[in-house]
């Protein structure tokens, strides 16, 4: 009798599933945990590492050193006190909406009561560039972070295609360590904000000020690979001019990734849409973060919101809801880009807590 | 070639699989390549009494540059041949070590079966697609072993060369192609290994050949038995297979017809030990091989070697018990048996060897022993000692003593060789049958000095005393350690008295505990009987408290100790089928040593 009434007490648990580690995915879980104390909460990451801050990434070029638990959100034993359930290098290959199924590469199928997909962006590589993919660096994981940095020898020159905020945050670190950084483009520069052509120019000067060179009006002819004894790569721009570097880094926006979501029946645009309370099209799925595209009734269209504290705020108020809550997203952080008194450009996304 | 860093070393690795999957021979590679590669290494397999199919297989090792002592309680590394049996291991990987597992399973598998949802927040996962890499690779997933150990090879930095050395080594037997795609399985794997990002911090370092291929050789216990026997110049062996014993025969069966000696498997191990009385008897370098089953078989015979005083070496390798108990689990619990079971006072010599080196020692020894004071002499191992790999330097000259037996300085005529004098030893001279000039008989009954029956009072009387005397000398038996103290040389705290196997993990954690400012010390003994008591003695004086760890639950070491020397012991007895942790034995060390202390202040 008493494991019968074991097995219906457990029968009657929530599995809440979030796919994706990164700020939105880690704040989801401890609303769920703190709002649903009896659940069982898996996390699902494609990364090997716990929750990492991204956002600290630059620090791997600082020459004091550092391994991958100075960069955790939280230690190992957080996810033990909190019974959440980490599951690293797992990838999603399809959701089965109606089923209630994860299907994961290693042939595992994973049931959920309530899902939130928090799977992030990857770097967007434009079609022009795409051409180039294996002769430029990733940057996106501490893997990566870490091979170009051992890549890189000192004072050594990183030229970045695109220059958003995220390569721009990178691109001052490095001036910092005392490397050469070299933005080229001019469609992705400082994106996501949204720069009138008039100020384009002035923050361009405040970079260039920042000594971070910039090529704002110059494209990609082509990419080669360095001669020897040379620098590792050798572009070609538009102007028939040419740069050598030793790292090419694209830095064009992200793009969400949720290719697992195809085929679940759930209404998917740019990214997963969802209504403000970050309910997709399937009542038990929700989304949060830089995988979503949130209806703002004020534009009367989808919308992805980027930064620390938005994607956090997301994930908060997603857990929310899926606890049975009703909350919409509402309060933002500010958008624009900034100078700030010593005359450097500052950005509300380059902040975390 | 890897450069190798200039650090220690101290890495443990545990396989775990079903039988057939290549986890003991993945392991061997494992292990053979780093004692070539000069690095010391302990290793132990556990697998399944079941020959094939099911049954879970780990293979452990732990390489090292520094000497240690037992195997650690947490693993730094672990690969999965099979998650259903890796699963339960994944708890024994310490904090960021790595957990290796087949990332492309060839079948659905049903939610919760995958390793990769057991792991510990602290775990690194290392994904691996083993069995297509496999496929590949060399046209067939039978080789995902060894590609598997090929990625951990790759992923910890471990020299190359040296496994490619093994591994031709290990198919010089088979095909070329075969050998070759091996090696390819290998590469495959080294490379996907090498090349993968170390998020571990567990490097190769240094090693105790510094680099070089080294002398040292991977040998199991058993093993070094049978190296011992060869060394000592047996002359024949009879057995009956049993596990964990069976593996002494199996080698010997290889080794003796080359150098003219005879080996034989009888039908029981009755047949066993009297064919071995009878080969002792005749004069030859004799010996036998069981395990507790057999030992209790053995018994009755037993008693007729001791009454007869004729030489005869048995080996009894323990496991789980009793009856037919764990067959393939470790254990201690023969030591009652092989001490006291005999009818009658039926004391003879008994070895316990606590390691590989000593396993080789000891059997060489057991024969001088044998001869020399005209007994039979139980060397008593158990599964994790014989199944246990180290790396071991053997001695260049055989260490061994032929022709042990007391001389016959005075031939006369037939009637006056007295094969069981009475002697100031105790030890008679001892003919052996066929030589005219020394006649004589032998019988299981009481006997006087020419070996007629005898059932006087008297006779009974001085001959058990001659028995038992002359085996006095034996504790201070030339070239082998009978006890041996480590740690603190003066007054301590608590003292850890051990033998056999568990030994080693008593000096892992005398080693701990000394690290922690415990005042502690360690005593070994390996002859059990009889028992070095000065020594004994002598250690209780200067221990505050004493513990005493074996793998049996009624503790008869301890027993042992306290019934010869009337002395107080805390015991620590587990009898789970493993090696005992360190961990249980410093937290106990831990306890004694509080405890002394506050005897000490009062």
């Known amino acids: ?353 | 070639m890897v450069k190798i860093g200039k650090h220690k070393t101290d890495i443990q690795i545990a396989i775990c699989g079903s039988a057939g999957d290549g986890t003991i021979a993945a392991g061997d590679i494992l292990k053979q390549a780093m004692a070539k590669a000069g690095y010391n290494v302990i290793a132990f397999d556990i697998y399944p009494p079941e020959i094939r199919g099911f049954g879970k297989c780990v293979a452990r090792a732990r390489i090292t540059s520094e000497q240690v002592y037992s195997l650690k309680s947490e693993s730094d590394a672990l690969v999965s041949l099979n998650d259903s049996h890796a699963i339960a291991h994944v708890q024994e990987v310490g904090r960021y070590g790595a957990v290796i597992y087949e990332d492309t399973p060839i079948s659905d598998i049903a939610e919760g079966a995958h390793i990769s949802s057991h792991l510990a927040p602290a775990h690194l996962p290392y994904g691996v697609a083993f069995r297509e890499i496999s496929e590949r690779v060399t046209g067939s997933a039978r080789s995902r072993n060894i590609v598997a150990v090929g990625y951990l090879a790759g992923l910890y930095d471990m020299p190359v060369e040296a496994f490619h050395h093994v591994i031709t080594q290990k198919f010089a037997t088979k095909s070329q192609a075969l050998a070759d795609s091996v090696l390819d399985g290998f590469n495959a794997g080294y490379h996907i290994g090498a090349n993968t990002f170390h998020l571990h911090f567990d490097r190769i370092g240094t090693s105790r050949g510094k680099g070089k291929q080294s002398d040292l050789v991977m040998m199991s216990g058993n093993a070094a038995v049978a190296r011992g026997c060869m060394d000592a110049e047996i002359d024949a062996f009879f057995g009956y297979p049993i596990t964990p014993a069976t593996t002494i025969m199996e080698t010997l069966a290889h080794e003796m017809p080359k150098r003219g000696a005879r080996m034989l498997q009888t039908e029981d191990e009755i047949s066993a030990i009297a064919a071995t009385i009878g080969a002792g008897y005749a004069g030859a370098r004799a010996a036998t091989a069981t395990s507790g089953p057999g030992l209790a078989l053995m018994s009755e015979m037993m008693g007729l070697g001791v009454m007869a005083e004729v030489p005869i070496v048995a080996f009894i390798s323990q496991r789980g018990g009793p009856s037919t108990g764990l067959p393939t689990k470790t254990e201690q619990s023969d030591l009652n048996l092989a001490v006291f079971g005999v009818a009658g006072d039926g004391q003879r010599i008994i070895l316990a060897p606590t390691n590989v080196e000593g396993c080789y020692k000891c059997a060489g020894k057991a024969f001088e022993m044998a001869e020399k004071y005209q007994t039979p002499v139980v060397v008593l191992l158990d599964l994790y000692l014989s199944n246990r790999y180290e790396a071991v330097e053997l001695p260049k000259k055989n260490p061994f003593a032929k022709n042990c037996s007391k001389p016959i300085t005075q031939k006369t005529n037939q009637s006056s060789y007295k094969r069981f004098k009475l002697t100031n030893d105790g030890i008679s001279p001892r003919a052996i049958p066929g030589d005219e000039a020394c006649m004589h008989t032998v019988t299981g009954l009481e006997h006087d000095e020419q070996g007629r029956p005898s059932d006087h009072p008297v006779m009974h009387q001085t001959m058990s005393e001659k028995r038992h005397k002359k085996l006095l000398g034996a504790v201070n038996h030339r070239g082998i350690t009978i006890s041996k103290r480590f740690g603190d040389k003066r007054k301590v705290d608590v003292g850890i008295l051990g033998w056999g196997s568990t030994f080693g993990e008593i000096l892992e954690a005398m080693i701990e505990a000394r690290k922690e400012g415990i005042r502690c010390s360690a005593m070994k003994v390996v002859m059990l009987s009889p028992l070095p008591l000065k020594p004994i003695n002598a250690f209780f004086d200067d221990c505050g408290e004493v513990l005493v760890p074996e793998l049996n639950y009624e503790a008869q070491f301890a027993s042992l100790i306290v019934g010869a020397t009337g002395r107080q012991v805390h015991r620590l007895n587990r009898v789970t089928g493993s090696p005992m942790r360190v961990r249980e034995i410093l937290a106990e060390i831990r306890r004694l040593a509080d405890k002394a202390q506050m005897i000490a202040a009062q």
């Open chain 1, 1 to 353: 009798m008493r494991s019968k009434k074991r097995f219906e007490t457990m029968a009657k648990r929530e599995h809440y599933v979030v796919i994706g580690n990164g700020v939105a995915g880690t704040e989801a879980a401890l609303q769920l945990r703190q709002r649903d104390q009896n659940s069982h909460i898996t996390m699902l990451t494609a990364g090997k590492l716990l929750s990492i801050n991204r956002y600290e990434f630059p620090k791997v070029f600082s020459p004091c050193g550092s391994d991958w638990r100075d960069f955790l959100l939280h230690p190992p034993e957080y996810y033990d006190e909190h019974e959440i359930s980490i599951q690293r290098n797992i990838w999603v290959t399809h959701v089965n909406a109606a089923e209630k199924l994860l299907m994961l590469r290693h042939r595992e199928s994973l049931s959920y009561t309530k899902l939130l997909i928090a799977s992030g962006g990857g770097r967007y590589i434009p079609e022009s560039l795409n051409q180039f993919r294996d002769l430029m660096e990733k940057f996106g994981t501490y893997e990566e972070a870490k091979t170009v940095s051992e890549a890189l020898s000192k004072g050594g020159h990183v030229v970045m295609l695109g220059g958003d905020m995220i390569g721009l945050d990178l691109a001052r670190s490095l001036i910092k360590y005392g490397f050469r950084v070299t933005v080229i483009g001019q469609e992705y520069l400082f994106w996501p904000h949204h720069v009138e052509p008039a100020e384009k120019q002035r923050f361009t000067t405040i970079l260039q000020d920042m000594g971070i060179s910039v090529r704002s009006y110059a494209s990609v002819e082509s990419i080669e690979q360095g001669k020897s004894g040379r620098k590792a790569r050798h572009i070609v721009l538009n102007d028939g001019k040419t740069i050598d570097a030793d790292i090419i880094l694209s830095f064009c926006g992200l793009m969400p990734s949720l290719a697992f979501m195809a085929g679940a029946g759930v209404d998917i645009e740019r990214g997963v849409l969802v209504d403000p309370h970050l309910k997709s099209t399937d009542k038990n799925i929700w989304a949060a973060g830089d995988v979503c595209q949130i209806w703002s009734p004020e534009e009367n269209q989808y919308r992805f919101y980027y930064g620390w504290e938005n994607v956090k705020e997301m994930g908060r108020v997603a857990a929310f809801n899926m606890t049975g809550g009703n909350e919409s997203i509402s309060t933002f952080q500010d958008e624009k880009l900034i100078v700030t008194d010593t005359g450097e450009i500052d950005s509300p996304f380059w902040q975390f807590s």
